[in-house]
């Protein structure tokens, strides 16, 4: 199992531009999250998805989008870069019981918008 | 309001010695369960710990164990005989079973440096 995979791994995007974070998982999980990581600071949550076709927005969803077409990919859309979009991006996935259900991480992406 | 309170922004331990990295949180829900996860400078968000609510004994993963207070509502890490690779930051994080989003609450964590 490869786990959770995100590409790219790092990425400068100029502002105005846009672009998308891929994250893919092969573990069959339901759950999916985004976050984001500013330098010295915790986890913000963006964006997450209970299933495929079903997302809801988390504390800092301005500025992004998603989608979960399947069970495997969420994809999350920066659109009209800004420079306080730069941070290290982590996408993550669990499954459902009540019981456990830690979440498993990707490697991360680092964004910097100039 | 729902919350996790990690208080030691950083702390330092000498390598072989254990440390206990504090952790409190609130919330009203009856059942939750406890993360502890472990970002080395590399960058990558490691699960160590899982603890449940109604859990009667602390969790325990190899030389990481939970000390788990449920009238205090703490849920500390212990690492027993630190090691250099030990040296990360340490998050903790909550996660309330009421409801279906199954999200996690973050500490802002604390920083760990392994002295050899």
């Known amino acids: 199992n490869a786990g959770v995979t995100q590409t790219p791994k790092f990425r400068i995007l100029k502002i105005g531009q846009s672009m998308t974070l891929q994250c893919t998982q092969d573990?069959?999980?339901?759950?999916m999250y985004w976050y984001r990581q500013d330098p010295g600071m915790g986890l913000k949550l963006i964006y997450y998805?209970?299933?495929?076709?079903?997302?809801d927005k988390g504390e800092v969803p301005n500025g992004y989008n998603v989608s979960r077409s399947t069970t495997e990919d969420f994809p999350l859309r920066l659109e009209l870069a800004a420079p306080s979009q730069t941070s290290v991006y982590f996408c993550?996935?669990?499954?459902?019981?009540?019981?456990?259900?830690?979440?498993?991480f990707g490697p991360g992406t680092r964004l910097t918008v100039t | 309001a729902q919350k996790i309170t990690q208080t030691q922004p950083g702390m330092f331990v000498q390598e072989k010695e254990a440390v206990t990295l504090d952790c409190t949180y609130d919330?009203?829900?009856?059942?939750?369960?406890l993360f502890w996860y472990k970002q080395p400078s590399s960058g990558e968000m490691i699960f160590l710990i899982y603890?449940?609510?109604?859990d009667q004994q602390n969790a325990t993963e190899g030389r990481y164990s939970l000390n788990f207070q449920k009238a205090r509502k703490s849920a500390n890490l212990v690492i027993s005989a630190s090691q250099l690779g030990d040296s990360a930051m340490y998050f903790c994080?909550?996660?309330?079973?009421?409801?279906?989003?199954?999200?996690?609450?973050w500490g802002l964590g604390t920083s760990l440096a392994v002295n050899p």
């Open positions: 994080a909550m996660r309330p079973n009421a409801g279906n989003n199954r999200k996690l609450i």
């Open positions: 573990m069959n999980h339901n759950y």
């Open positions: 993550a996935s669990s499954y459902g019981g009540t019981r456990g259900g830690e979440q498993y």
């Open positions: 919330t009203s829900d009856p059942s939750y369960g």
């Open positions: 998805s209970v299933g495929a076709g079903i997302t």
């Open positions: 603890q449940g609510s109604y």
